[in-house]
């Protein structure tokens, strides 16, 4: 492993294309920045190329994209040389991702114990007996009650809520060392959202993992991350500390802000956001 | 006065699951109210039964001091309009937006459709230029505005709305609350509105409703919830949640 304080991730000018009918779409347009053992939070509104950034590292784009980028490293690994092979043993192992909906990222047809453990054997010689000891350890970790219980339940048997804790436990169990978090927390109640967001939060912190978290949620980003990357039609509009966003200089992320309605303000109409042609530019 | 929705004691039953706990619920004519709660609640239960697509079990229902049984007649569903969570659910694929416009028209026997169709685009801010788009050459706003002329096509004066711009980016559900209070000022509107984002609902409504397991926790007007003068721990507990993430100290590492 490399040194704590070294950058974990490095991406320079990632482009990615997609080619339709009409001719070729970018998705991403030139999208640089880097990662530490930190928080970093993307975000934008739909179609704005954050997703596609993220699955761009992870390796998921779809086989008629194109990526491009003058760097994309991970832990000084060019992921965008490594043969497919290499890609998938980092794939899970020292990077590893949370979907929106655990619904559809979990096997309908497996138990959630048997998933945290395949994800388990899949990247590490353990015997049979450990590796469930392991998976129950993993899931008691993300706080669930009962864990031999849930071990043996299938997705369907659990709530939303209890499916993206065992989401995490499968993610987080084979030590990973970066997670890209896209929209973890979107399809859940807001006092859900909480208590799954208190786990990433702590789990991050202790296994000092650098993290990724794609939102659309301003705010929620702003008040869980370090570091939040705003981006609009492809790009990177603006970079700042979570902290200093109420100083936020692009009209863009000024607007997102305010737009939102809040408890005590009373605004009627609601500012809206004034779209301008040259941010895209 | 006469309420404009009246609900007394409703139970909803789905087979065996009592999604509605006896719910009582009186709401002003012209007033906005709002129905908070997490998934599970039964928030959007009481929406459907008083839309008619929930089975009752027991309570009643008065709309306008009519007091609604099983079947609804079609003065009913003229008063009474429903704005439902997904835009790409809840308008027909192969019909476009003319069409869709035109069904309640014809339905209700309305005359002049040119010129309510014409009128209703215009209302919610699209314009001649849209009317004959099918539904997937629009953005979820422009889809959820077309649901919304859809609905205001009829001059109804009950607008039930479900999580209206849940499914929208931030920007815009901007546009979407302030179109919907644009044409509620205008018209006159009763609105009943189901969310779960409690700022939402300070923002649109006037009173307010916090359920739980099929049951009212607490009744609040909105300036309560600015001034956080709550009594239920639920209530607490989700205005504590629509600010944001806090990290407490055992957390900090």
Redesign the interface.
Same mark, same amino acid.
């Given at each position: 492993m490399s040194g704590q304080t070294g950058t974990l991730l490095e991406v320079d000018d990632l482009r990615v294309t997609f080619p339709t009918r009409t001719g070729m779409i970018e998705a991403v347009r030139g999208v640089s920045f880097s990662l530490g053992r930190e928080r970093l939070g993307i975000v934008g %509104? #739909?179609g704005s190329g954050k997703s596609q950034t993220g699955r761009a590292i992870m390796g998921l784009t779809p086989p008629q994209a194109r990526i491009s980028a003058s760097k994309l490293t991970f832990d000084g690994i060019d992921l965008l040389g490594v043969s497919p092979r290499q890609r998938r043993a980092l794939r899970g192992n020292r990077i590893a991702m949370i979907l929106q909906d655990p619904k559809y990222s979990l096997d309908p047809v497996m138990s959630i114990g048997r998933q945290i453990v395949e994800t388990l054997r899949t990247h590490e010689k353990v015997g049979k007996v450990e590796a469930r000891e392991r998976a129950l350890a993993m899931l008691e970790a993300v706080q669930i009650r009962d864990p031999k219980r849930v071990f043996d339940l299938h997705p369907h048997e659990v709530s +939303?809520g209890m499916g993206q804790r065992a989401m995490i436990a499968m993610m987080l169990i084979a030590g990973p060392e970066m997670m890209i978090a896209d929209e973890p927390t979107s399809a859940l109640? $807001?006092?859900?959202?909480?208590d799954v967001? +208190?786990i990433l939060? =702590?789990l991050v912190? %202790?296994r000092g993992m650098g993290l990724i978290f794609i939102s659309?949620?301003?705010?929620?980003v #702003? #008040?869980?991350c370090d570091r939040v990357i705003v981006m609009y039609a492809g790009k990177v509009v603006e970079q700042l500390k979570a902290s200093e966003l109420s100083q936020a200089r692009h009209p863009y992320t000024r +607007?997102?802000l305010n737009?939102?309605?809040?408890?005590?303000a009373d =605004?009627?109409?609601?500012? $809206?956001?004034d779209r301008k042609p040259e941010w895209a530019a | 006065m006469t309420s404009a929705i009246a609900v007394d004691r409703l139970e909803v039953i789905f087979d065996r699951f009592r999604a509605l706990k006896g719910v009582s619920l009186d709401v002003q004519p012209g007033e906005s109210f709002g129905l908070v709660g997490e998934s599970g609640s039964g928030k959007s239960t009481l929406l459907r039964a008083i839309a008619g697509l929930a089975p009752v079990a027991s309570g009643s229902i008065t709309v306008n001091g009519k007091t609604l049984g099983t079947r609804r007649d079609k003065a009913f569903y003229r008063e009474v309009q429903m704005i439902f969570q997904d835009p790409y659910g809840s308008l027909h694929p192969r019909q476009t937006v003319d069409r869709l416009l035109q069904e309640p028209l014809a339905i209700h026997g309305f005359a002049d459709g040119e010129r309510r169709i014409e009128r209703a685009l215009d209302e919610v801010g699209l314009g001649n230029g849209f009317r004959f788009r099918y539904a997937h050459q629009l953005s979820g706003g422009q889809r959820q505005r077309v649901a919304i002329a859809r609905a205001l096509i009829l001059e109804p004066s009950i607008l039930l709305l479900d999580e209206p711009t849940s499914a929208l980016d931030a920007s815009v559900q901007a546009e979407v609350l302030n179109l919907l209070e644009e044409v509620r000022r205008r018209r006159k509107l009763t609105f009943l509105m189901v969310s779960h984002d409690l700022a939402i609902i300070t923002h649109m409504c006037e009173r307010l409703m916090v359920m739980q397991g099929g049951e009212a926790v607490e009744n609040l007007v909105a300036n309560d919830l600015v001034e956080r003068r709550v009594t239920k721990d639920y209530t607490r507990n989700l205005l504590r949640a629509s600010d944001g993430f806090v990290r407490t100290a055992s957390e900090q590492v």
């Open positions: %509104e #739909s +939303g109640d $807001v006092t859900v959202q909480l967001l +208190g939060d =702590r912190a %202790e659309h949620d301003l705010r929620l #702003s #008040s869980f +607007g997102l737009c939102m309605p809040k408890i005590g =605004r009627h109409p609601l500012p $809206v956001l | -």
